[in-house]
């Protein structure tokens, strides 16, 4: 039997990390079943190139991407979104459309400091989260029948 499907958006404050980050892996890893979108509320208009270089070691290319305003999706059914913000000290966006919200907050890696190795390593703890919550969370919800 053939089925549609299901789409999930990450939202994020600029659209330049987490919210990428988490778009490509759930396309990688989970594209049979799911369709990622990522969005912001102030996207900053690139993608960090960090967040390109962590997810190119899992050969995922981020490169070609943008970020993209939240307003891109008005009207567009999702069947989950995802806040990707991490605490009280960043404005998570609200989403008023459809789907089932859920918040799974990570902190921002924009915000590391340090030298590049040290930048890199959380990128890659970022990421690595990213893929361990949110591709568990969503196995689960493609597995149910609603």
């Not at 070609?64 to 605490?87: M, P």
């Not at 340090?114 to 990421?127: I, M, P, S, T, Y």
């Amino acid at each position: 039997m053939w089925m549609s499907k299901r789409r999930v958006l990450f939202l994020c404050t600029g659209n330049s990390c987490r919210s990428q980050m988490a778009e490509g892996l759930v396309n990688h890893f989970l594209g049979e079943e799911w369709t990622a979108c990522s969005a912001g509320t102030r996207p900053v208009g690139f993608v960090h190139p960090l967040a390109v270089d962590v997810m190119t070691e899992l050969g995922i290319d981020l490169s070609d991407g943008r970020s993209k305003s939240v307003d891109e999706f008005l009207g567009v059914a999702f069947d989950v979104v995802v806040t990707v913000c991490d605490g009280a000290a960043e404005d998570c966006p609200l989403w008023l459309g459809s789907g089932r919200v859920l918040h799974i907050g990570f902190p921002d890696p924009a915000q590391a400091t340090g030298n590049q190795v040290e930048r890199l390593a959380v990128f890659r703890q970022v990421r690595d989260a990213i893929r361990e919550q949110v591709l568990v969370y969503l196995e689960r919800v493609g597995g149910e029948n609603d």
